[in-house]
């Protein structure tokens, strides 16, 4: 594909994960009417498409820089987001792995026996679990963007588009306030009762700030220019000239000798 086509494809990529938006923002929609279940359908399921088409845009993005790639002859700038996908991938099966072994090893205290009153027990029980694995996998979250910020930061060198090393710059802010406000969930849970749904409000903070690393990239992306082709110049080459050979006359276009000096036909003077 060309530079012009792969430049479609990141910016509608851009476009499309920042409709993502829309499912955090259902997030906090969610937790702001907990007892309607109309608006509860509703916002999970307008969450669940804008999900969709985020992971469509998501597709669409590895696509492009798979072309980028290809057309600034630099492997590295799909490869950085091959490496980040696989080390995530493994990092995050690490800790889920972990998270199910310190629920089975609490299991006794987060599901008690008597059923009558372990609602407040299981629910305060689980918050503090997610408070203290939730930063891990901030972290491994960071993983990702790490990489991503290395493939934009060597794509705006190569297209010469500052606005994607300043988005790379909003996107790993936005990882790092993840990070930051998961840390002071798990703080707070030692000292006051929250629940999952005020988590998963705050945490919908450092999705915006990446939302905003989104637009930057989306701006970016439509101002990728195709290279110009240097102009092809041909030498020139001096060819000697060759004395005539023939002497055309003037008044009547007949052919005379070179050193004629009147016209054979005509007879006017050459």
């Given at each position: 594909?060309?530079?012009?086509?792969?430049?479609?494809?990141?910016?509608?990529?851009?476009?499309?994960?920042?409709?993502?938006?829309f499912?955090?923002?259902?997030t906090?929609?969610?937790?702001?009417?907990?007892?309607?279940?109309?608006?509860?359908?509703?916002f999970?399921?307008?969450?669940?498409?804008?999900g969709?088409?985020?992971?469509?845009?998501?597709?669409?993005?590895?696509?492009?820089?798979?072309?980028?790639?290809?057309?600034?002859?630099?492997?590295?700038?799909?490869?950085y987001?091959?490496?980040?996908?696989?080390?995530?991938?493994?990092?995050?099966?690490?800790?889920?792995?972990?998270?199910?072994?310190?629920?089975?090893?609490?299991?006794?205290?987060?599901?008690?026996?008597?059923?009558?009153?372990?609602?407040?027990?299981?629910?305060?029980?689980?918050?503090?679990?997610?408070?203290?694995?939730?930063?891990?996998?901030g972290?491994?979250?960071?993983?990702?963007?790490?990489?991503?910020?290395?493939?934009?930061?060597?794509l705006?060198?190569?297209?010469?588009?500052?606005?994607?090393?300043?988005?790379?710059?909003?996107?790993?802010?936005?990882?790092i306030?993840?990070?930051?406000?998961?840390i002071?969930?798990?703080?707070?849970g030692?000292?006051?009762?929250?629940?999952?749904?005020?988590l998963?409000?705050?945490?919908?903070?450092?999705?915006?700030?990446?939302?905003?690393?989104?637009?930057?990239?989306?701006?970016?992306?439509?101002?990728?220019?195709?290279?110009?082709?240097?102009?092809?110049?041909?030498?020139l080459?001096?060819?000697?000239?060759?004395?005539?050979?023939?002497?055309?006359?003037?008044?009547?276009?007949?052919?005379?000798?070179?050193?004629?000096?009147?016209?054979?036909?005509?007879?006017?003077?050459l």
């Amino acid at each position: 594909m060309t530079i012009e086509s792969n430049r479609s494809l990141g910016g509608i990529a851009a476009v499309l994960t920042l409709l993502g938006i829309f499912s955090q923002l259902s997030t906090i929609f969610r937790y702001a009417f907990p007892n309607s279940l109309a608006l509860d359908i509703l916002f999970s399921g307008a969450g669940s498409l804008f999900g969709i088409l985020a992971f469509v845009g998501f597709i669409l993005f590895l696509i492009a820089m798979y072309g980028f790639s290809k057309d600034y002859n630099d492997h590295r700038i799909f490869s950085y987001l091959l490496y980040g996908i696989i080390i995530t991938i493994v990092a995050a099966i690490i800790v889920g792995i972990i998270f199910v072994l310190v629920i089975l090893l609490n299991f006794a205290s987060i599901f008690p026996s008597s059923s009558a009153s372990s609602s407040p027990q299981i629910s305060s029980s689980m918050t503090r679990i997610f408070g203290y694995i939730l930063p891990i996998f901030g972290l491994v979250g960071v993983i990702w963007v790490a990489f991503n910020v290395k493939a934009f930061n060597l794509l705006s060198d190569k297209s010469k588009v500052p606005f994607f090393r300043i988005g790379a710059k909003v996107l790993l802010a936005g990882a790092i306030a993840n990070i930051v406000l998961a840390i002071i969930f798990a703080v707070a849970g030692l000292y006051v009762s929250l629940s999952l749904n005020a988590l998963l409000a705050l945490l919908t903070v450092g999705s915006i700030i990446q939302d905003v690393a989104w637009v930057l990239f989306a701006m970016a992306y439509f101002r990728i220019q195709a290279p110009v082709a240097p102009v092809q110049t041909v030498p020139l080459i001096n060819v000697p000239l060759v004395s005539g050979q023939v002497k055309y006359c003037t008044h009547c276009g007949a052919p005379n000798q070179p050193d004629a000096l009147y016209c054979t036909r005509c007879g006017q003077k050459l």
